[in-house]
C-alpha cells in the first residue's frame, strides 16, 4: 500500500469501513470552541475486534491521544493501529471530535516504505458528531460517497473541491463551523450511528 493512503484506510478502518470526508481546515478555534471531558477518557468497544482508547495527549493542549486498533479476525497474529490527535469541539449545544493524523515523528518509521514521501503529505481533518458519551459513546461519522452526493446536489452547501472524485473541504474554520451546525442533524452528511461502550460492561439491552 502506498505510503499517502496509510492513514486514509485506517481513518477508514476507524470510521466502521466508510472513507472519511477530509478537511484541509480545522473545525476549532484553540482559545473558542475545544473543551476537555475526562468522560472520553479510557478505552471503548466498538465489538470484540475494534477498540477506540482515548488517553489525554501531552500537547497540545485539551486534545485527546486516539489509538484505534482492529483486528481482522480474533485468531489473526496482527492488528491494525491508528494513532490520531483528536480534540472535542463544542458549537452551541452540539459536540463534535476534529481527528487528525499524529505527527509522523510520533508514527513508527520502520513501518512506513516510503520515509521520505512524508514530507510532501498534508494532514487534513475529519469530523465526527458525538450524540453521547455516557453511558455509551455514540457518534455519527462522514462517508465521502454520500457527501459527494449531497455536494452534486447542493455544491454551495460548503467550500470544496474533488480529487480523485471524493470530495476534499475547503472551507475556513468559521465556515465549518456553520457547514456542521446546519447540517448536523442530515444523515447525508453524519450518516449511521456508532456505539461503544466502555471496556469492562456490558452493552446495554435494546
Known amino acids: 500500500m502506498k505510503t499517502k493512503n496509510i492513514l486514509l484506510y485506517l481513518l477508514a478502518g ?5 472513507i472519511p470526508v477530509l478537511s484541509l481546515h480545522p473545525l476549532f478555534d484553540e482559545e473558542e470552541n475545544v473543551v476537555f471531558d475526562e468522560k472520553l477518557l479510557g478505552t471503548w468497544v466498538e465489538d470484540p475486534n475494534t477498540t477506540w482508547e482515548f488517553s489525554r ?11 484505534y486498533t482492529y ?3 480474533e485468531d489473526a497474529k496482527e492488528k491494525l493501529k491508528g ?5 472535542l469541539v463544542k458549537l452551541k449545544d452540539n459536540l463534535f471530535l476534529d481527528g487528525c493524523p499524529a505527527p509522523w515523528e510520533q508514527q513508527d518509521p520502520n513501518k512506513i516504505e516510503w520515509a521520505y514521501n512524508t514530507l510532501f503529505l498534508i494532514p487534513g481533518h475529519t469530523f465526527i458528531k458525538i450524540n453521547s458519551i455516557e453511558p455509551q459513546l455514540k457518534m455519527q461519522v462522514t462517508d465521502d460517497e454520500k457527501m459527494r452526493e449531497f455536494l452534486e446536489a447542493d455544491p454551495n452547501a460548503v467550500k470544496h473541491t474533488l ?5 476534499v473541504l475547503t472551507a475556513s474554520t468559521e465556515e465549518l463551523q456553520a457547514f456542521v451546525l446546519k447540517y448536523a442533524d442530515d444523515d447525508r452528511v453524519f450518516t449511521g450511528e456508532i456505539i461503544l461502550v ?3 460492561t456490558k ?3 435494546p
Request: glycine residues 8%; aromatic residues 6%.
Open 198 to 200: 466502555r471496556k469492562g
Open 57 to 67: 495527549a501531552e500537547e497540545p493542549k485539551n486534545a485527546y491521544k486516539l489509538i
Open 203 to 205: 452493552p446495554e439491552k
Open 71 to 73: 483486528q481482522e479476525k
Open 83 to 87: 494513532l490520531f490527535i483528536v480534540r
Open 14 to 18: 476507524l470510521l466502521g469501513g466508510c
Open 163 to 167: 480529487l480523485d472524485d471524493k470530495p
